[in-house]
C-alpha cells in the first residue's frame, strides 16, 4: 500500500517529554549519513525546526527522529500519532560526520543529544574504531536509546544526575576518567550547551581532539538567512551549512548561548497561545501534496514568510 507522504508509521513515547518518530520520507535517506539533519514543518502554519537524523532506511523511505518537547512546535509534534502527516521533511541537511579510522574515539552524549550521537557511534564502530559510549542524563526515565547503544557492540557507562543509572553525577566524570586511562584519540560530544562546553574544556586540557554538535537556532537551514551563525576560532560561521559540527576547542559557547536565548520572549508568548488552543488542535492531515516536484526533499523550500523566527538574528 503506498503511503502518503511524511506520514508518521511509527511514534514511541520515551519519557514523560521525549517521544521517536519514524516517518516516511523517500527521498531523504538516499546519501543521508550520521551527523545531518532535517527541518520539519509540522503544519501549514508552523515554523520550521531543525532536528538529528536518528536514523533512516533507504529501503523503507523512512526517516527517525528523537525530539523532546520544548516549546510549541515539539508540543504539536507530540500531539500527532501514527497515520497523521507533517507538513514538510527537508534534508538531508548539513555536513556529515568525519568518520574514519581514528582509533580511540569517545561518544559523549547528554539528554535528547543521544540521539544524535547514536548513528555517529555506529558510524565510528563501523568504521573498525575502539568505540567507548559515555552517556549523561537527568535520571533513568530520561536515558534514551540505552538498548540500541549498548547493541552497537561498544562499551557503554552512563551517568545520572540522580544516580538512578550507573555513576552519580555529570558525564564529565565519566569523560575525565576516560582521558586519563583510556586516553581517546578523538571525543565526539553531542547535548546541551553546558555539557559540551565543559566537555570542551576538559578535553582541551588532555589535548584530545574534540567534536561538538551546535543546536544553534535556524531558519532555512541552507545557508542564506544567517540565524544560526556562530563564532568558531573567531570566524563566523554557518552552522546548517558548516557545520552542525565543529572543533569544540574553537567554538565560542558564551555566544552560542547568547543567541540560544534571543527569542525566549516570543517563543513564551507563542507556548501560552498554544497551551490555550492544544486540546482542540487538529493536525490538517490529508492536505499534503503528492511526492513529486524539485528540492531537497522532493519539492522546493516552502517560503519564508511568517514564524516567529522569520526575522533575522542578532
Ligand atoms: C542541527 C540541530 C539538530 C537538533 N536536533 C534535535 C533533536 O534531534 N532532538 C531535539 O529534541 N531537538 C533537537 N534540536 C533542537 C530543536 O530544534 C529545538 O528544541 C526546537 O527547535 C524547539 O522548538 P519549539 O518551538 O518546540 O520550542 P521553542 O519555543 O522554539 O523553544 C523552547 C525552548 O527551547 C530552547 N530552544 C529553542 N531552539 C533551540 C535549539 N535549536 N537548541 C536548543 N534549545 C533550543 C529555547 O531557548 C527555549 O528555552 C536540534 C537543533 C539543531 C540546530
Ligand atoms: S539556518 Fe543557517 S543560514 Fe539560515
Known amino acids: 500500500m503506498a503511503r502518503a507522504r511524511f506520514e508518521i508509521v511509527e511514534k514511541e513515547r520515551y519519557s514523560e517529554d521525549v517521544y521517536r518518530m519514524k516517518v516516511t520520507a523517500p527521498l531523504v535517506p538516499p546519501g543521508a549519513s550520521a551527523g545531518q539533519f532535517i527541518i520539519v514543518r509540522v503544519d501549514d502554519h508552523g515554523e520550521r525546526i531543525p532536528l538529528t537524523l536518528m536514523d533512516f532506511s533507504t529501503e523503507e523511505g523512512t526517516v527517525e527522529m528523537v525530539f523532546q518537547v520544548v516549546g510549541t512546535t515539539t508540543d504539536k509534534l507530540s500531539l500527532l500519532g501514527v497515520g497523521d502527516c507533517l507538513q514538510d521533511v ?10 574514519d579510522q581514528f582509533g580511540r574515539v569517545a ?35 530520561h536515558l ?17 544526575d540522580d544516580g538512578s543509572v550507573g555513576t552519580k553525577g555529570f558525564v564529565t566524570s565519566l569523560v575525565k576518567e576516560a ?3 583510556w586516553k581517546p584519540d578523538r571525543v565526539v560530544a553531542v547535548g546541551p550547551v553546558p555539557m559540551m562546553a565543559a566537555v570542551s574544556s576538559l578535553t582541551r586540557g588532555y589535548g584530545i581532539l574534540t567534536v561538538v554538535s551546535l543546536n544553534a537556532i535556524m531558519l532555512d537551514g541552507t545557508g542564506m538567512c544567517g540565524t544560526c551563525r556562530c563564532e568558531v576560532g573567531g570566524e563566523t ?10 572543533d569544540g576547542h574553537q567554538v565560542d559557547f558564551d555566544l552560542l548561548t547568547a543567541r540560544l536565548g534571543v527569542y525566549r ?50
Open 237 to 246: 560561521k554557518f552552522s546548517c551549512v558548516d557545520g552542525p559540527e565543529f
Open 179 to 181: 582521558a586519563e586511562k
Open 90 to 99: 527537508v534534508g538531508p541537511l548539513g555536513m556529515p560526520t568525519e568518520v
Open 107 to 141: 561518544c559523549v552524549g547528554g539528554g535528547v543529544g543521544i540521539a544524535a550521537l547514536y548513528p555517529i557511534a555506529r558510524a565510528m564502530v563501523g568504521a573498525g574504531n575502539d568505540v567507548r559510549v559515555l552517556l549523561g542524563s537527568r535520571d533513568r526515565e
Open 265 to 314: 520572549d516570543e517563543e513564551e508568548q507563542s507556548r501560552k497561545r498554544f497551551d490555550g488552543m492544544a486540546a482542540e488542535y487538529r493536525h490538517p492531515c490529508g492536505e499534503a501534496p503528492p511526492l513529486e516536484g524539485g528540492g531537497l526533499s522532493g519539492r522546493p523550500l516552502p517560503p519564508l514568510e511568517g514564524g516567529r523566527r522569520g526575522r533575522p538574528g542578532p
Open 144 to 160: 534514551v536509546l540505552l538498548d540500541r547503544m549498548e547493541a552497537l557492540g561498544a562499551q557503554v557507562e552512563v551517568a545520572t
